[in-house]
């Protein structure tokens, strides 16, 4: 795990992987943990799987979506 976590809200693969597709060349992926926040009830596509296919050793990447916010006690914390 790195010192920092990015936390970046998306709701469409299309717009996170151009994100990751901007950042990829700054080398930000090699200093921070990624997390992803999915404003979807569930996950609507694989993380991973993109993840592996853009940044290779991406590393530590998270992926949450409206479900997990209810199984843990975050709920009233995050709208």
Known sequence: MKDTCLVVPSIRRESFERFVGEWLPTGLFDRVDLVLMEDNPTRTFD????????????????????????VHDWSYIIP
């Open 47 to 70: 993380l991973r799987e993109l993840m592996n296919q853009l940044v290779p050793d991406s590393g530590a990447v998270t992926h949450f979506c409206w479900q997990d916010i209810d």
